[in-house]
């Protein structure tokens, strides 16, 4: 078990330009969420998977945001026309089963300048 | 709507200073509430998951108590590695597995 493996862990980028994040899951572990976490705040959800199919999205992600996890195994995330705004600590975890508790990988940070 | 709100915002204790973390909650049907440990620039660490009214779970010098309304997590005796931001989360029956969390508690212990 190596937990949940994030990359990269930091991302700098200019306003306007498109990033992509992965994440790797606990192996065998079919629940698959993001996070967005900004200083002084706790994780706000964004998404989540159960196994490749997309079960759910927050009224606050922007069209600028998808996610993917093809074959239920790593997941991307992806902005496009990154603002200034975006610039915050994204998260990833991942849980056995609906009910328990959630990993949480150490996060990628993006600074969009 | 499912809510957390945590308080304090920020603590500072003493090295051996006991204190509590209070978590209040709004959720239609509650699956669990969890706490969780982060430290600067790392992921949550997962600490306790509390399930139904009246349930008490212990670690070290941490110990977590659940109502209908709040959760508490009790710190004995901390020590400066004891320093952190402590997290409070609801799972909601009908939210799929997600966790909605507070703001969180930063904890300061100085020796």
């Known amino acids: 078990d190596t937990g949940v493996s994030q990359d990269p862990r930091h991302k700098i980028t200019k306003r306007g330009q498109n990033v992509t994040f992965r994440c790797d899951p606990i192996?065998?572990?079919?629940?698959l969420y993001w996070y967005r976490q900004t200083l002084g705040q706790g994780p706000e959800f964004l998404t989540y998977?159960?196994?490749?199919?997309?079960?759910?999205k927050s009224r606050l992600l922007s069209d600028r945001f998808s996610a993917e996890r093809p074959k239920g195994s790593f997941s991307t995330l992806e902005i496009q026309r990154t603002e200034q705004g975006d610039s915050a600590m994204y998260l990833c975890?991942?849980?056995?089963?609906?009910?328990?508790?959630?990993?949480f990988g150490s996060g990628t940070q993006l600074s969009v300048l | 709507e499912d809510q957390v709100t945590q308080s304090p915002e920020a603590l500072r204790l003493q090295e051996g200073e006991s204190s509590s973390l209070n978590c209040s909650y709004t959720?239609?049907?509650?699956?669990?509430l969890f706490w969780y440990r982060q430290d600067p620039g790392k992921g949550p660490e997962f600490l306790f998951t509390?399930?139904?009214a009246g349930e008490e779970k212990e670690k070290e010098r941490l110990k977590a108590t659940l109502t209908k309304k709040e959760s508490f997590l009790h710190i004995t005796a901390p020590k400066p590695e004891d320093s952190a931001t402590y997290l409070c989360?609801?799972?909601?029956?009908?939210?799929?597995?997600?966790?909605?969390f507070g703001q969180g508690t930063e904890l300061s212990v100085k020796p």
């Open positions: 975890a991942s849980s056995p089963h609906l009910g328990e508790k959630l990993f």
């Open positions: 192996s065998e572990h079919n629940r």
């Open positions: 989360a609801v799972q909601d029956n009908n939210q799929g597995g997600k966790l909605i």
């Open positions: 998977f159960q196994n490749e199919a997309q079960l759910e």
């Open positions: 509390l399930y139904s």
């Open positions: 959720v239609s049907g509650l699956r669990g």
